[in-house]
């Protein structure tokens, strides 16, 4: 196969990937819209975590909530547990790997706040001990998986919401996973700014 072939191939499955999740995701993606604004507007906040590529993505979009999307707007409370080095490797040298995103949560969590969980494949240990975390301190979920959702899917209470990419590919899902959290981003500031009810 050509490079130029291969290059053509990669961008015909990203956007048959992102076809093919929009009917299985539509309505969980208005939901979360919804929640996390509500948490945004009643003085909550937002943290995020994933590894690696989720890892990205959990930076990129507390970037965007707090600084601004595409509207202007007043900053929104957002924060990426991926980003502090110290508070990372103290926990993961002290304790565990699996602990630097649960005790962040458990030290920065309040009831109203919402964790968007990030992992690609729904089996990251620490994610899924964030979202423990989470519940035990009344911070609802909004996890973005792929590949059925994993371990995580079982772990998410009743009041979660799960946006899981109907794919197996990790490059595809990141992809409909950037492509989500764009969605949410403009959402939430049309939720905000009043453009729609």
């Known amino acids: 196969m050509s490079l130029a072939r291969r290059i053509q191939s990669q961008f015909e499955d990203s956007i048959a990937a992102k076809q093919g999740a929009l009917p299985a995701l539509a309505v969980p993606i208005e939901a979360a819209i919804r929640a996390l604004a ?6 909550g906040k937002v943290m995020a975590c994933g590894n690696g590529g ?3 993505d959990s930076q990129h979009f507390a970037a965007e909530l707090l600084n601004r999307f595409e509207k202007e707007r007043a900053p ?3 924060i990426a547990l991926t980003t502090d080095t110290s508070t990372l490797t103290a926990i993961a040298n002290d304790y565990a790997y699996e602990e630097i995103f649960a005790k962040q949560v458990t030290a920065l969590g309040r009831a109203g706040d919402v964790l968007l969980a990030i992992s690609t494949s729904g089996n990251s240990p620490n994610v899924m001990r964030a979202i423990e975390a989470a519940h ?3 911070v609802r979920v909004v996890a973005l998986t792929g590949r059925g ?3 995580i899917a ?3 209470g ?3 919401l799960h946006l899981c990419v109907p794919a197996d590919r990790t490059a595809r899902i990141q992809e409909v996973h950037l492509l989500i959290l764009h969605c949410l981003c403009d959402g939430i500031d049309a939720l905000i700014l009043g ?3």
């Open 38 to 43: 509500a948490a945004l507007r009643a003085g």
């Open 54 to 56: 989720s890892a990205a």
């Open 76 to 78: 929104l409370a957002a």
């Open 136 to 138: 035990a301190v009344g």
């Open 149 to 151: 959702g994993g371990t």
């Open 154 to 156: 079982a772990r998410l």
């Open 158 to 160: 009743s009041e979660d």
């Open 195 to 197: 453009e729609t009810p």
